[in-house]
């Protein structure tokens, strides 16, 4: 009765936006049947042996040789599990063509995803069918209902293992290589995804949102340009005061900051590519890889503190600048939709 309620309440946790017992992806829902193909047989087989473990404390004690155990152990300990064995190798054999996506060919004519992680964020970069650059957002990952995308994992640094339990994966992401996995989401939503091999001090701070979103769409977000900012009468040199006349205060800051060298935002000067793409940053869920909520309070504290929010973070801190200029800063992200 306990283990039936704690079961339960172990079990009900199971849900929401991170889940491998709740699929939303087509790969994700062939490891669950064999979940709960592998948990049914488990219970059956454990209700077998407990019923034969009460049945023989029952039984009179006999000579070995008039009770035939030799056959009960021949047949329960050597035939039964190899039966048992061989029958469930088969199955995840013949399920694995669903979870082993490149049994599937090289998923030529499907939509191209690239992955790179890097310590310790997601740089997303949509493809066309030439290899050129779509889009490039980071962190989040758009991707259309019903038919397989094809995600091209790459790594910057070190290993890292790019998994969306409720969708599928998880497939490692290698420096100097390029991982092909393909995933297909069955129904729209928001899910999360993680980093799932250790890759340094912040690991557990490198997840990513994800999008599946019917066709249409998906299309229409990958074909919106992002706002474009005025970029004429920019200055970005510190010393100079902020350029008024229709420019945003917070992007002046922004360039005379140096956030541009290492950040791009399309439509501005900023074009650096060590950190994030910043492209369209206010419509993201999370801030630095899923660790704060995208609120303008929670990016002024990671513009100040990143290293306190996210040990080990390649951002350097910005604690030095007066804290109007960060919240201004922070609102004009924000503001990047
Ligand atoms: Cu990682």
Redesign the pocket.
């Known amino acids: 009765m306990l283990a039936v309620l704690l079961t339960g309440l172990l079990l009900s946790s199971c849900t929401g936006v991170q889940s491998a017992l709740d699929p939303a992806g087509s790969e994700a829902e062939a490891v669950a049947t064999l979940f709960w193909a592998m948990v049914a047989g488990g219970g059956v087989i454990w209700l077998i042996v407990v019923g034969a473990v009460i049945y023989a404390s029952h039984l009179k004690k006999k000579p070995m040789s008039e009770t035939g155990a030799s056959r009960v152990i021949f047949f329960g300990g050597v035939a039964f599990p190899v039966v048992v064995l061989a029958f469930l190798l088969a199955y995840a054999v013949w399920l694995m063509p669903a979870m082993r996506p490149w049994f599937g060919g090289e998923g030529e004519g499907l939509r191209r995803i690239e992955v790179t ?4 964020w997601w740089r997303v970069r949509y493809l066309d069918s030439n290899g050129g650059v779509i889009r490039e957002t980071a962190n989040e990952v758009h991707m259309p209902t019903g038919e397989r995308v094809l995600f091209m994992l790459k ?1 910057k640094d ?4 790019f998994w969306i339990p409720s969708i599928g994966g998880k497939m490692d ?1 290698i420096p100097g290589r390029t991982n092909m996995l393909q995933l297909q989401a069955t129904r729209p939503g928001t899910y999360r995804g993680v ?6 001090t ?2 557990a701070l ?1 997840a990513f949102s994800v999008q599946a979103m019917e066709p249409q769409a998906f299309d229409a977000w990958l074909a919106a340009r992002p706002q474009e900012t005025p970029v004429a009468g920019i200055e970005p040199v510190v010393g100079i005061e902020p350029v008024s006349g229709g420019q945003p205060r917070g992007l002046n800051l922004f360039l005379r900051h140096g956030c541009g060298s290492c950040h791009a935002i399309s439509g501005t000067p900023a074009d650096g590519a060590l950190g994030p793409n910043l492209t369209a940053f206010g419509a993201r869920p999370t801030v630095a890889a899923g660790t704060l909520t995208n609120t303008p309070e929670n990016l002024a504290r990671f513009i100040q503190y990143p290293d306190a929010i996210k040990p080990g973070v390649r951002m350097p801190g910005f604690a030095m600048l007066p804290a109007a200029d960060v919240s201004a800063i922070a609102l004009y992200l924000k503001g990047l939709e």
Not at 117 to 120: I, K, M, P, S, W
Not at 195 to 200: D, I, P, R, V
């Open positions: 992680a890097e310590q310790y790594a070190v290993i890292h293992s992401a980093c799932a091999e250790f890759c340094g912040a690991h490198m």
